[in-house]
């Protein structure tokens, strides 16, 4: 696939950037964080971003970016991320607050019918604080936005981000 433009203004990308630290900052599980990146970009069909965020979640050598220990040999981290795209049929491989947030990505990353339904909502509130609740938002948006700009510039995994 050849890239369309890798140009994104510098304004645009470090507002990207900023916007898109805060976020993962401010949830506070980077590995939850992870998971809602890898999940939206499923959806979204984003290679770039696919292939970026697993290899913070798992890393290139088999070591987590996120904790330094493997986890590509049959671990649980390698497995949630292996089963994410069908992670409703495993429940028992995600917590409740790991399938409220990822419920809540799925609907804010569709859209059906234009909202997000109260039941997905208030699911994940009963999971996350205000304040955490915001910023899990903050984390789908954010993946949402990159997705949209990676995908339309035709950005390939590996390749040149701007």
């Known amino acids: 696939m050849t890239a369309r433009t890798t140009h994104l203004g510098a304004g645009v990308r470090d507002a990207m950037i900023a916007f898109s630290a805060a976020a993962k900052k401010g949830l506070g599980d980077p590995v939850l964080a992870e998971l809602v990146m890898i999940r ?19 890393g290139k050598n088999g070591e987590s970016a996120v904790g330094g220990s493997p986890v590509r040999a049959k671990s649980r981290a390698w497995e949630k991320i292996a089963l994410l795209s069908a992670w409703a049929e495993a429940p028992e491989h995600y917590t409740e607050r790991e399938r409220a947030a990822l419920a809540l990505t799925e609907a804010v990353t569709v859209l059906t019918d234009g909202f997000v339904p109260d039941e997905t909502y208030e699911a994940a509130a009963k999971h996350f604080g205000e304040d955490e609740l915001a910023h899990l938002l903050g984390v789908i948006t954010a993946i949402n936005s990159w997705n949209r700009i990676m995908v339309s510039r035709r950005i390939a995994p590996g390749g040149p981000q701007w």
Do not use: G, K, P, R
Request: with cysteine; proline share 0%.
């Open 40 to 58: 939206a970009s499923q959806i979204n069909e984003c290679a770039f971003c696919l292939d970026m965020h697993v290899d913070l979640a798992v």
